[in-house]
C-alpha cells in the first residue's frame, strides 16, 4: 500500500508515541508499504519549531532528512500539478498544509494515515485505526 503520512502521523511515528494507534505503526512498518512524507509537513514541523510550539529531538535541516531516509520514507515535493489541484479544491478546510496534503494524496493515488476527520469531505481515501 503507499500512504502519505499526515504531519502528526510521522511525528508520533518518528517519536514512538503511544497515540499512533498500533494498527497505523503495523501498517507503516509493513514491508509491503511505501511511505510518503509531503515536503509541506516538513515545512509545517519547521515553521512550528521556529514558533517554540514543537520541540523535536532532531535538527529538521541537518538530522531529519537521513531520520526519513533510515526509515525508508519518500519525501514527496511540491509539485505545480499538487498546486493546481489545491487551487480547485472545495473550502471544506482552510488549513493550506491540510489542503496539500489532500491534492498529493488524489495526485499520487496515495492513502492518507491521518486521525483527522476533516479530510474526510474530500475525494481521498483516509485510514485511521
Same mark, same amino acid.
Given at each position: 500500500? /503507499? !500512504?502519505?503520512? #499526515?504531519?502528526?502521523?510521522?511525528?508520533?511515528?518518528?517519536?514512538g508515541a503511544r497515540e499512533l494507534p498500533a494498527g497505523v505503526? /503495523? %501498517? =507503516?512498518?509493513?514491508?509491503?508499504?511505501?511511505?510518503?512524507?509531503?515536503?509541506?509537513? *516538513?515545512? @509545517?514541523?519547521? =515553521?512550528?519549531?521556529?514558533?517554540?510550539? &514543537?520541540?523535536?529531538? !532532531?535538527? =529538521?535541516? %541537518?538530522?531529519?532528512?537521513?531520520?526519513?531516509?533510515?526509515?525508508?520514507? +519518500?519525501?514527496? $515535493? &511540491?509539485?505545480?500539478?499538487?498546486?493546481? +489541484?489545491?487551487? @480547485? &479544491? $472545495?473550502?471544506?478546510?482552510?488549513?493550506?498544509?491540510? %489542503?496539500? &496534503?489532500?491534492?498529493?494524496? %488524489?495526485?499520487?493515488?496515495? +492513502?492518507?494515515?491521518?486521525?483527522?476527520? *476533516?479530510? #474526510?469531505? !474530500?475525494? *481521498?481515501r483516509r485510514e485511521w485505526a
Open positions: 500500500m /503507499r !500512504y502519505l503520512l #499526515d504531519t502528526h502521523c510521522l511525528l508520533w511515528f518518528l517519536q505503526a /503495523r %501498517r =507503516i512498518e509493513a514491508a509491503s508499504a511505501a511511505n510518503h512524507v509531503s515536503m509541506a509537513s *516538513v515545512w @509545517e514541523m519547521a =515553521i512550528k519549531v521556529g514558533l517554540g510550539k &514543537l520541540e523535536v529531538p !532532531y535538527s =529538521i535541516g %541537518r538530522d531529519l532528512p537521513s531520520l526519513l531516509a533510515g526509515n525508508g520514507f +519518500v519525501v514527496l $515535493p &511540491l509539485a505545480f500539478e499538487h498546486l493546481q +489541484v489545491v487551487a @480547485e &479544491l $472545495p473550502r471544506h478546510h482552510r488549513d493550506p498544509f491540510d %489542503r496539500l &496534503l489532500v491534492a498529493q494524496a %488524489r495526485c499520487e493515488a496515495l +492513502v492518507l494515515l491521518s486521525r483527522d476527520p *476533516v479530510f #474526510d469531505a !474530500y475525494a *481521498v
